[in-house]
């Protein structure tokens, strides 16, 4: 066998691999050394280039390692946000690590290695070399959900996480099995051709039902969303936001691309399926949410209810919903870490924010905080002119014209509740009478982070049409 | 189709002075605020009054000019602009909101000279008047509904401006809750109007509607229709969504007066105006905003009578004067609407400026009982409030008159009203007489009732304040003669004594609402029923709140349950609790929480530290229990659930 | 090994792994959680064995029951706490368990009995051992050297979660 070795493809991954690997080093010598680790420095170089390489080379696609790696405009775009998002995190965690006292190198080291997982998550259609790298994410945000590992509640988050991921991983490859079985193929886009025209093989369906359950647990929908809420809750508030934002656009790359190839020769189950996940992850993500007192909680329910809100986007796969997934996907990732970044910017030494009494007339206090956090929110309820009501709207639009009406009602509902708590932050946040007047600490990584997402929720929200257009175009291939 | 660049000036203005206010205010002395403020409304207003001028320029049938500004978005089969539109209904909407606005501005100089959030006041009217100015102007339903959502946030801001008090605090969620209740309904006609336009601009739409029309889809139409005017329930407080506006009057009354009553609770209407195209294709659609305004225009009236709180007594009239507007564009009548929408600007505003005034001078009493014999103390103020009482109760010749009797005869006359709605509105007249006077009648005339510790600071406002309303008097008497019926007209040998409806004519022509004709001898007739209702119901005031002050008590004690229901409005508030807010809290409470979140039931309320202590017990009992074993379990009902297919296929 | 043979051990297998696999799950003794899964984890390999996958069933044997088992009973053994530990969990509802695994059970026959199945025939079965190397290091590179970084993360991780902590100040 030919070996198909490209490395034009796999550019990304070298570069993540390389700093993965520096990072590793230079942690170990500045830790003999005693000196402060400046691995977080060398995170944002490498985040900086795995952004940057798309918008180099956008455009220039190649498939390499047999077939196996493709490094189409979709992986591009997702490399970008990845990228993106990896950045936004190296900006925000310092504070909240230190406030902890555990501002240590390894989560950098994590967030690159789960950032290379996903990476490669994003660009192959091989079911194996998908699942090694998925396991590759999983396993660093495992770690990462746990750092504060004195804590119990941080334990029991990456506990909970790991047994659930675990559970999720099996059915996953349980699938794969069945697929393998049916169709002598591990490759999605093969797979898609060996059942084209035969009659349905149940084994087949049945592998990619339950590979469908391994991406649902993965973006938390109902029914496989319970370890969530807790996981979100206990985890280190940057890990929780790395969690509610890239591994659920990891994930719902991996799930498009599954996805289409699946969904060709059997569109009635597949449909129905996500019709009945996207209806429960939508109802019961947004009505936790009324309820919750604290706030990484609330966000997490949240973070459900806005993957059931996408959900519709996949439903309406026809009618340009992927591409208004990836739009919404950027848009989500800017506001949701704003969310999770002013929260650590709130907080106190030894004592972060969870707690919606914590945040009480914090806005008089830290006027511009509370300002990006009304961005911020707004654009999570879809109020314009924030990036999100665009996100919304194109979800909802497509999913109107691909029928499902009664879906897109619900959805419209929904946010209307979502106002709600959302709505509540804000009261507390500036209808209180704060209840100490110290305020917090000054971060100026974190001040940049939220200058950067309040500029670009902004920005999507009065100048969308350039990222609708680039991700219609990312898209064009796959569909 | 003309170019006017300089539209986009009419809501720049107001947002430079809210972003200087919101920014610096903070730091800058009380006149520099106000100044600031007021500079850019009345900037905004001029601005106004030229493009008024230049639009009078044009050619009737071709009154259409627009300021593109910038392409919004223009990609996947969606194209949106920013892009301002003047026409005769955004001009007289226009001059309005600015107009009104400006002079809210400076009667709040003197009304909120003392309190401590001063620029955050003015940053946020500023901002108001730029949110409905984008709303008025927007010639797509994309950047309308900016503007709608805009100005939903600053009435939110600004009922709940005095937060340290919870139950204000509450009014503006309230308020913004239910708005966005109605907003769900908006954003669905929107989308559902991409999908059967392909196009969200008002000049296309129009297009599309007059030379295809008949082939769209009737039902369609319908829905969008239907959902548009959900939004419009909610932003225009009618029934079942206008619960949140008498709540409103938590905020102050200078915001009472320009956002709840002249310019933002009447979006809704102005939507139909704008769209009165799409609402004639769809009659079921019509039927309903008809009969619901109707209803509204009635119950509100109703409720209206058993109030006590001046500024309440007020915000029912206002749902219920926003009914009879409905009621005029349910009936196809849409000049006529338009024409009571800016009479009642003028008085409405005027009656919530007298009353800010008396209850300056009240220091802060709302309640009539505690006032009376007020007219002795600040004559401007009571004058002024008996023009606007004169005016709304439909005497001629003043303003409320030729609007509201417009719209009484053309929910007769028009063929998608009847004698029903007629005879709504004649009733709902009656009443609006009465209960006006009645507040007239309480506050103004009779004993002082008001303790002694307020009575000697009694005084007429200062002239920053009465001149606005000496203005908005003046417009309340002279606002309405620019659309006087033919009837009249002729009477003093005038033709064409309906300017009005001339000049908006061009806008609602192709609508083709069939108007049934009737001798003049009838609208005479129609209008002395209308006219004589409103005096019978100034002499039942008279005679009970003048002359039997006793009655009223007797009255009261004799009907007692249906005093107590009107009192108590209906007890629709409780009803929405125990129908809407209750269930939702409680599914999500009791049935979903207890299925995952077993353990913070109990906690529910529990102050913070409490929850710690809590929080640590919980971890320990869950960690024991293992209820990861329950997480597991619903991950593989959900792997069954979507197997479950492979069963049953 | 004629089919009788091949079906008698394939059963014998399965029967095995399943029960001890129930006994590991339903005991409430750690102990014998932990030998219940040593005949688990060896009936598998039995099974790779008659599926003539040669490779896999000496690593099943090497890695699972030689070491990460091994481990797991030394790390019972090791620590007095969980040597003594009852598993006894009255919140595990065996019923509501036993319900889904059966209707789980029933769409997996349905799913096995409702396929077609490719019956490869006539082909001998050869060792696998060198055709895995070959395929690792041509065609299936990549998933290999990935494969090789995820050790790698999985040791950072443990590395971190289990290295004793050094107080500042």
């Known amino acids: ?150 804590k119990g509640r941080s334990v029991e988050a990456a506990f909970k996480y790991f047994i659930m991921g675990g559970v999720a991983s099996a059915v996953f490859l349980f699938g794969v099995a069945l697929v393998y079985a049916g169709t002598g193929s591990v490759d999605a886009s093969l797979i898609a051709k060996k059942v084209a025209g035969c009659k349905v093989l149940p084994v087949v369906l049945g592998g990619l039902t339950l590979v469908l359950a391994g991406f649902f647990f993965k973006i938390a929908a109902v029914p496989f969303h319970m370890w969530t809420p807790d996981s979100y809750e206990g985890a280190p508030t940057p890990a929780t936001a790395f969690m509610a934002v890239g591994v659920k656009a990891a994930a719902f790359a991996g799930l ?50 806005h993957a059931g809100y996408m959900l519709l986007g996949l439903l309406a796969y026809k009618n340009g919903g992927l591409s208004a997934v990836l739009f919404y996907l950027l848009v989500y990732a800017f506001a949701d870490i704003g969310a999770f970044a002013v929260l650590i910017a709130l907080g106190k030494d030894g004592e972060p924010v969870e707690y919606i009494d914590q945040i009480k007339g ?40 691909a029928g499902y009406i009664w879906l897109a009602v619900l959805g419209i509902l929904t946010s209307v509740v979502s106002l709600y708590y959302y709505l509540r932050v804000l009261v507390y946040m500036y209808m209180y009478e704060p209840s100490d007047v110290v305020p917090a600490r000054q971060s100026v990584s974190v001040g940049i982070g939220l200058a950067v997402m309040s500029f670009f929720v902004l920005y999507l929200g009065t100048v969308p049409a350039k990222f609708i257009d680039i991700a219609i175009d990312a898209l064009k291939k796959l569909v | 189709m003309n170019n006017i660049y300089y539209l986009w000036l009419i809501p720049f203005f107001p947002l430079v002075g809210f972003i200087i206010n919101g920014l610096f205010g903070k730091k800058l002395p009380k006149p520099v605020i106000h100044w600031v403020a007021n500079v850019a409304v009345w900037s905004s207003f001029t601005v106004a009054v030229i493009a008024f001028f230049d639009l009078l320029k044009v050619v009737p049938g071709q009154r259409i000019l627009v300021d593109p500004v910038y392409r919004w978005i223009f990609t996947g089969g969606l194209a949106i602009d920013i892009k301002f539109l003047l026409d005769p209904l955004s001009a007289v909407m226009i001059l309005v909101v600015t107009g009104v606005g400006a002079l809210i501005h400076v009667y709040s100089i003197g009304y909120m000279h003392d309190d401590p959030s001063y620029y955050r006041y003015f940053a946020y009217l500023n901002l108001f008047i730029f949110s409905m100015s984008i709303l008025v102007l927007a010639s797509n339903i994309v950047l309308m509904f900016v503007g709608w959502e805009g100005v939903g946030l600053c009435s939110y801001l600004l009922i709940g401006f005095w937060f340290e008090d919870e139950e204000k605090a509450y009014a503006g969620r309230k308020a913004f809750i239910t708005n966005r209740i109605g907003d769900f309904g908006f954003i669905l006609g929107i989308l559902l109007m991409l999908v059967i336009f392909k196009t969200l601009d008002f000049v ?23 959902f548009l005017f959900i939004g419009a329930t909610g932003k225009s407080a009618q029934i079942p969504l206008y619960v949140w506006l008498p709540d409103a009057m938590a905020g102050p009354t200078p915001v009472s007066a320009l956002i709840h009553a002249a310019t933002m609770v009447t979006a809704g209407v102005y939507m139909i105006g704008r769209l009165n195209l799409l609402y004639a294709h769809a009659p079921v659609a019509m039927a309903i905003v008809a009969a619901v305004a109707g209803a509204t225009a009635f119950f509100a009236a109703t409720m209206a009578i058993t109030q006590n709180d001046i500024k309440k007594v007020l915000a029912y009239s206002t749902v219920s004067q926003l009914g009879y507007m409905f009621m005029a564009m349910g009936v196809g009548a849409f000049a ?94 009656i009443i609006t007489a009465f209960y006006m006077f009645r507040l007239v009648y309480m506050t103004f005339h009779g004993e002082n009732r008001s303790p002694e510790e307020v009575k000697h600071h009694i005084h007429e406002s200062p002239a920053v304040m009465t001149i606005p309303m000496v203005i908005l008097a003046i417009l309340s008497v002279i606002g309405g003669w620019v659309g006087v019926s033919p009837v009249i007209g002729k009477l003093f040998g005038v033709e064409n004594s309906n300017i009005f409806e001339e000049f908006l004519h061009p806008v609602f022509a192709h609508a083709h609402i069939h108007f049934h004709h009737y001798s003049e001898a009838t ?52 009803i929405y609790y125990y129908l809407f807010i209750h269930p939702i809290y409680l599914i999500s409470l009791l049935f979903l929480w207890r299925f995952t979140d077993v353990y913070v039931i109990d906690g529910v309320g529990v102050n913070g530290s409490a929850k710690s202590v809590r929080f640590t017990s919980r971890i320990l009992k869950y960690w024991q229990n293992g209820d990861a074993q329950v997480y597991i379990f619903s991950f593989v009902l959900g792997v069954v659930l979507v197997l479950g297919y492979l069963l049953l296929a | 090994m004629n089919g009788f043979w091949v079906n008698f051990f394939f059963i014998l297998l399965s029967l095995t792994a399943i029960l001890s696999a129930l006994y590991v799950v339903l005991t409430n003794n750690l102990v014998r959680a932990a030998f219940a899964l040593f005949f688990t984890l060896f009936s598998v390999a039995g099974l790779y064995a008659i599926l003539s996958a040669d490779f896999i069933a000496v690593v099943q044997v090497m890695i699972y029951v030689g070491g990460i088992l091994v481990l797991i009973i030394f790390g019972i053994l090791l620590t007095r706490t969980v040597f003594d530990m009852s598993l006894y969990d009255k919140k595990m509802s065996k019923f509501w368990a036993g319900v889904i695994v059966v209707i789980m059970a029933l769409i997996f026959l349905k799913v096995i009995f409702g396929t077609d199945w490719l019956v490869r025939s006539g082909t001998t079965i050869q060792p696998v051992t060198a055709r895995l190397g070959n395929i690792f290091l041509s065609r299936y590179l990549l998933p290999f050297e990935v494969a090789s970084v995820l050790l790698l993360v999985a040791i950072v991780g443990a590395l971190f979660i289990a290295r004793r902590e050094v107080k500042k100040r």
Request: hydrophobic residues 55%.
């Open chain 1, 1 to 150: 066998m030919k070996l198909d070795i490209n490395y034009f493809v796999i550019l990304p991954q070298i570069v993540l691999t390389f700093f993965f690997l520096l990072q590793l080093v230079v942690d170990a010598y500045s830790r003999s050394t005693g000196r402060k680790s400046y691995v977080g420095y060398l995170a944002l170089v490498g985040y900086a280039l795995l952004a940057a390489i798309p918008v180099v080379v956008w455009g220039v696609t190649d498939t390499g390692f047999n077939g196996m790696v493709l490094f189409d405009k979709f992986a591009q775009f997702m490399d970008f946000l990845f990228g993106i998002v990896g950045i936004l995190i190296v900006l925000i965690a310092p504070r909240y690590l230190d406030d902890v006292g555990r501002d240590r190198g390894e989560f950098y080291i994590l967030l690159t290695a789960s950032l290379l997982g996903m990476s490669i998550m994003v660009s192959t259609t091989n079911l194996i070399l998908f699942l090694i790298a998925l396991e590759i994410m999983s396993l660093a945000v495992y770690v990462m959900a746990g750092f504060e590992k004195e």
């Open chain 1, 256 to 305: 498009m691309r599954i996805l289409i190839v699946s969904v060709k020769p059997y569109p009635l189950v597949i449909e129905a399926i996500l019709w009945t996940v996207a209806f429960l992850t939508m109802l019961i993500g947004n009505f936790m949410a009324v309820i919750q007192d604290n706030l990484k909680r609330l966000l997490a329910y949240s973070s459900i209810a």
């Open chain 1, 362 to 401: 914090k806005a008089s206090i830290h006027p511009l905080l509370g300002a990006a956090m009304i961005i911020f929110l707004f654009s999570l309820a879809g109020v314009p002119p924030t990036a999100g009501f665009f996100g919304k709207l194109f979800l909802f639009k497509s999913a109107i014209s």
């Open chain 2, 204 to 226: 296309e739409i129009n297009k599309i509607l007059i030379y295809h029309g008949e082939t769209l889809s009737v039902t369609a139409l319908t829905l969008i229709a239907i």
């Open chain 2, 336 to 429: 006529a609407g338009i024409f009571h929408l800016m009479t009642h600007a003028f008085f409405k505003a005027l009656l919530f400026l007298g009353s800010g005034s008396v209850i300056h001078a009240m220091s802060g009493i709302q309640d009539m009982r505690q006032m009376g014999g007020l007219k002795k103390y600040m004559p401007v103020t009571y004058w002024t409030f008996l023009t606007a009482t004169l005016a709304i109760s439909g005497i001629p010749p003043f303003a409320g008159f030729f609007s509201k009797d417009e719209i009484i005869w053309s929910s007769f006359a028009s063929s998608r009203g009847g004698v029903v709605l007629w005879a709504i509105g004649v009733i709902t007249a």
């Open chain 2, 523 to 574: 609208e005479w007739w129609f209008m002395a029923i209308s006219v004589g209702g409103a005096l019978l119901g100034i002499l039942i005031a008279f005679y009970l709140y003048i002359k039997r002050t006793d009655l009223p008590r007797k009255i009261a004690l004799k009907v007692w349950p249906l005093y107590k229901l009107l009192f108590n409005k209906y007890y629709v508030d409780e």
